[in-house]
């Protein structure tokens, strides 16, 4: 699965396109995280670039101007709304959107998820209700973050929103 090597960097602006594509297991940096990196508020384009080159990522941004200084590296989207968007970035870079626990990175750092083998580790961060209605979890990997994950409604609104925006073609 080549695409899944793919890696990327998504502009200021883009934070739930950024979630969806963690989400999908795509290695995906939001350019607002490298404020911390660069030390500077908002990170400029220029910087932006050179991260990009550096670490080899492509880089999606709705900033015209941007895009036209980094034309071989980087994806404009145009219009607005997340689906859209995620259609774009089909058309162009082949992405494929299948939502599983197994793959997914953390929406919140990027990092990769592990299994929680006992939920009983991790019941002082749920909610009751949450405790008892779900059996499996997963949770991120980083230390500094350990978000906690599971097939809730959102999961399962995003995944039928899927579907009808893409429904015959994919798969
Ligand atoms: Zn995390």
Not at 3 to 14: E, F, G, R, S
Not at 35 to 59: A, C, F, M, S
Request: charged content about 30%; overall charge positive; glycine content about 6%.
């Amino acid at each position: 699965m080549v695409q899944k090597t793919l890696k990327l960097i998504t502009d200021a602006m883009l934070g739930k396109l950024t979630t969806f594509l963690r989400l999908f297991g795509y290695d995906t940096i939001y350019a607002n995280d490298l404020e911390e990196i660069y030390n500077i508020e908002p990170v400029p384009d220029n910087l932006i670039g050179k991260y990009g080159e550096e670490t080899n990522r492509i880089i999606i941004t709705k900033d015209y101007p941007f895009y036209r200084k980094i034309p071989e590296r980087g994806i404009y989207l145009e219009g607005e709304g997340v689906y859209n968007f995620l259609k774009q970035l089909k058309l162009e870079l082949g992405l494929k959107y299948d939502l599983s626990m197994k793959k997914a990175r953390c929406s919140a750092c990027n990092s990769k998820l592990r299994i929680v083998t006992n939920k009983n580790d991790i019941k002082d961060k749920l909610n009751d209700s949450t405790f008892t209605s779900y059996d499996i979890f997963y949770q991120c990997t980083n230390s500094e973050c350990q978000k906690i994950f599971w097939n809730g409604p959102h999961i399962k609104d995003i995944k039928k929103r899927l579907k009808n925006h893409f429904k015959s073609k994919e798969k």
